[in-house]
């Protein structure tokens, strides 16, 4: 009797940061500065540290899934919708952030 074993490769899922500052900060702590981020990478990311970067979009972030330090002092985060998976996160500074003007006016 004859077992053979078959190996499936699946295509590495990509990952998509649009915020350019967010990206460059990621590729840099990953020491990946070309090629497409995907899953696997992120999951390598353990601690970021974006200090006054100018971000303002965090999408692309919640497939860090095993992130335990991040660093967002001092941004423009454009809204507080915050990937929500990261249940590892210890540490997060969002200290002297600034929020980008709303269009909200009174009167």
Same mark, same amino acid.
């Given at each position: 009797?004859?077992?053979?074993?078959?190996?499936?490769?699946?295509?590495?899922?990509?990952?998509?940061?649009?915020?350019?500052?967010?990206?460059?900060?990621?590729?840099?702590?990953?020491?990946?500065?070309?090629?497409?981020?995907?899953?696997?990478?992120?999951?390598?990311?353990? @601690?970021?540290? #974006?200090?006054?970067?100018?971000? +303002? /979009? =965090?999408?692309? !972030? %919640?497939?860090?899934? &095993?992130?335990?330090?991040?660093?967002?002092?001092? @941004?423009?985060? #454009?809204?507080?919708?915050?990937? +929500? /998976? =990261?249940?590892? !996160? %210890?540490?997060?500074? &969002?200290?002297?952030?600034?929020?980008?003007?709303?269009?909200?006016?009174?009167?």
């Amino acid at each position: 009797m004859v077992l053979t074993s078959f190996t499936v490769s699946l295509p590495a899922q990509e990952v998509s940061i649009p915020d350019p500052s967010l990206n460059a900060v990621v590729r840099a702590t990953l020491q990946k500065p070309n090629g497409p981020l995907t899953q696997s990478d992120m999951l390598g990311l353990t @601690n970021l540290s #974006a200090i006054f970067r100018n971000t +303002t /979009n =965090l999408q692309g !972030l %919640e497939a860090a899934q &095993l992130l335990v330090s991040l660093n967002l002092q001092d @941004n423009r985060i #454009a809204g507080l919708d915050f990937p +929500t /998976n =990261l249940i590892r !996160l %210890e540490f997060l500074e &969002l200290g002297e952030h600034r929020f980008p003007h709303s269009s909200y006016q009174t009167g």
